[in-house]
């Protein structure tokens, strides 16, 4: 399993950033993901998932409004459309999947927001 984020980078307050997750060494259509973020001194935290036919989203309130997930199972790719960026969700996001008991991450991608 591999997968590899981008998309990250520095954001005045209000701005937009779209994350992107590829996902490879694995049948990426058969399995709900997840995106993570941790902020410097905080504990890793749940921002939304997907279900694998993308039926099914589901965000923190933290995000709820503002963050959009989605995936294209043709391209092995998960999304995280952030919109409205605030300075505390400045933090390194991570995608994630969870494959036969095994949670596997990303290295992630640095999402700063400047006030």
């Known amino acids: 399993v591999q997968l590899v984020e981008s998309g990250g980078g520095l954001v005045q307050a209000g701005g937009s950033l779209r994350l992107s997750c590829a996902a490879s060494?694995?049948?990426?259509?058969?399995?709900?993901m997840s995106w993570y973020r941790q902020a410097p001194g905080k504990e890793r935290e749940l921002v939304a998932s997907?279900?694998?036919?993308?039926?099914?989203?589901t965000y923190d309130d933290s995000a709820k409004g503002r963050f959009t997930i989605s995936r294209d199972n043709a391209k092995n790719t998960l999304y995280l459309q952030m919109n409205s960026l605030k300075p505390e969700d400045t933090a390194v996001y991570y995608c994630?999947?969870?494959?036969?008991?095994?949670?596997?991450w990303g290295k992630g991608t640095l999402v700063t927001v400047s006030s």
């Open positions: 997907i279900s694998s036919n993308s039926g099914v989203t």
């Open positions: 060494g694995f049948t990426f259509s058969s399995y709900a």
């Open positions: 994630y999947v969870r494959k036969f008991g095994i949670n596997y």
